[in-house]
């Protein structure tokens, strides 16, 4: 069920032309790695619950930058919506730099819990697991691009409306805390949060 939720959204992310829609459609793929994790066991129980922090700090940074832009252009499409760097600088970067890791870049979060989940599953031997899972990975990373990039590196319209919106400290430093604690993670995990989560791994039959 999981690699079927991966596969869904990666249809629908395909040439994706309102930009809030596709992170909608990025929940049902990361619910979908959640729950190939559950179906592993074992330590990528660890990994899961794991990714289920890193994608929810994520996601607050992409709906946050997202909605930002959208008030700076009164549009959420991409036919409508481009040059956001330009735009709304801040919004545009950290919904540049959350792209990346939710696409499971290194070195933020989401790279390190999806890295475990998928070396859990070749340790395990399920190699047919594991290749669909990179696979589907690959297909999201190249559907969300064809969005995300125009967005934000694309040429600004000159028939767009002109909304007085402008990136202030208020609006900028929730998502710019948020991504602040994805690179962390992606570099350092503090020691009291692997103990609750090993834990938690061990309560749901895990060990790790």
Known sequence: ??????????????????????????????????TVALGLGKGALFAGLLHMINNSLTKGVLFLACGNIHR???SKSTQHVRGALRRTPWSGALFLAAFLAITGSPPFAPFVSEFLIVSSAFVQQN???????????????????STVLPVVLGEI????????????IHTVLPPLVLMGLVLMLGLWIPAP????????AGMLGGDA
């Not at 596709?22 to 979908?32: D, Q």
């Open 1 to 34: 069920m999981g690699l079927i939720s991966m596969a869904f959204a990666a249809v629908f992310m395909a040439r994706q032309s309102d930009f809030k829609r596709m992170l909608a459609y990025s929940s049902v793929e990361h619910i979908g790695i959640i």
């Open 72 to 74: 700076a252009y009164n």
């Open 193 to 200: 949060l692997q103990e609750i989560l090993h834990q938690a």
């Open 157 to 168: 319209p000159a028939d767009i409306d002109r909304s007085p919106y402008r990136d202030t």
């Open 127 to 145: 190699y047919w697991t594991g290749g669909l899972f990179l696979t589907f990975l690959a297909l999201i990373f190249i559907g969300m691009a």
